[in-house]
């Protein structure tokens, strides 16, 4: 009997632990693993002076997206002497200057990296350059039309020319350096802010000098046009080719942004010899200063045409290379200044 209730007791006892466990039990949910945080590998940049090898700046935990420009900024607190825009910082020492936009990590540096320092001299704003250099050629030329005391003799003394060459050529001088003005003020802009102080000197002399030159020959009492069929009407459409390509290379350019795009031409006519040229606001350039110089038939206007020429050339053929370096799908017809020729 013990033995027999023994065994019903432990039936039913299995039975009870049987009905306690559910036939379809969920799983439990796992909460998912936190993703570790990858660990930011912080650069040590060392600046040396790029001629003595001297070491200049030692910074340290420089986050790897830093730009240069911010290194610039880094290293202008402990040299406040040279401010960014008077910095150059590069890889070698005789090697090129590293854009303000270049990021640290996508340098070809280890994460100690050593950069060269060289001093640019003071600089001074494009802007101000321009404004500069345009006023004086337009203020200069002034003067000798109007024939102001102490230029000529005497008795020429705020007289004036005979002759409709010399007051045309005024008008178109002048209208090319108000349209140059009011572009570097409203047009322009430029992918870097500043330039060497020195520059200023060098071009000042360069286009104040010449409108002097220009302008004693062209209004003095004597001068003799050798014809009366000025080319004002091609000077004037040479300006507003330049104008027009101006407004055209102004719009690939958002505000603020140092974007390059392949320049196009637009519904505009004048910028259509972007088919044929990769700088037509030289060509333009160019085309106006060559009808300056049959209008006048002047000796020191063909000699500023030919050195602005020669100039003009050696900017273009730089652009071109830029763009043919910079853009695989460079449009290959196109030359730098004069169509098929140059």
Known sequence: MDALALEASGKKANNAAGAAVPTSQAPAKRKPAKKA????????VEILDAKTKDKLCFLDKVEPNATIGEIKSMFHKSHPQWY?????????????????EDVLQHLPVGTTATFYFRDLGAQI?????????????LVIYLLFY??????????YDFTTSKHWVVHLACMCHSFHYVKRLLETLFVHRFSHGTMPLRNIFKNCTYYWGFAAWMAYYINHPLYTPPSECPLTLWHLFCQIGNFSIHIALRNLRPPGSKTRKIPYPTKNPFTWIF???????YTYELGSWLGFTLMTQCLPVAFFTLVGFIQMTVWAKGK???????????PPLRSPILPFVL
């Open 146 to 155: 109007f024939r102001v005391p102490f230029i000529y003799a005497p008795k």
């Open 37 to 44: 945080k990858k660990a930011v590998v912080f650069f040590e």
């Open 320 to 330: 071109h290379r830029s763009y043919l370096k910079e853009f695989r799908d460079y």
């Open 125 to 137: 704003s494009w802007v101000t350059v321009f404004l500069t250099e345009y006023t004086g050629p």
């Open 84 to 100: 960014p825009a008077r910095q150059s910082i590069r890889l070698d020492p005789k090697g090129k200057s590293l854009k303000d």
């Open 275 to 281: 088919l044929l040229v990769s700088c037509p606001n």
